[in-house]
Nanobody, 115 residues
Framework: QVVLVESGGGLVQPGGSLRLSCAASGNIFSIYAMGWYRQAPGKQRELVARINPGGSTNYANSVKGRFTISRDNAKNTVYLQMNSLKPEDTAVYYC?????????WGQGTQVTVSS
């Protein structure tokens, strides 16, 4: 059983920055891809960014150039640095560990971008 715990969400003004963290239990964190998803009210959950075990990354077009995903395998933690935030980035952000046959999800952290 893996437990993922997100932190770092909150209220920020447009143009501001936040850094989300996701800490994972267990001792084989480094071999799994990790991702950040988000879900806004009334919308489907969408992939924001993914980082593979070797460090390669993928981003949704809507966040390219503004968000950066990274991982610290020694701390079993994945991060999402979010810059130049926009109101449309408002959502609950979830951390996911990609596994087969079943992925693990965190409980989510709210990010609200508003003046």
């Amino acid at each position: 059983q893996v437990v993922l715990v997100e932190s770092g969400g909150g209220l920020v003004q447009p143009g501001g920055s936040l850094r989300l963290s996701c800490a994972a239990s267990g001792n084989i964190f480094s071999i799994y891809a990790m991702g950040w998803y988000r879900q806004a009210p009334g919308k489907q959950r969408e992939l924001v960014a993914r980082i593979n075990p070797g460090g390669s990354t993928n981003y949704a077009n809507s966040v390219k150039g503004r968000f950066t995903i990274s991982r610290d395998n020694a701390k079993n933690t994945v991060y999402l640095q979010m810059n130049s935030l926009k109101p449309e980035d408002t959502a609950v952000y979830y951390c996911k560990q990609f596994r087969s046959p079943g992925d693990y999800w965190g409980q989510g952290t709210q990010v609200t971008v508003s003046s």
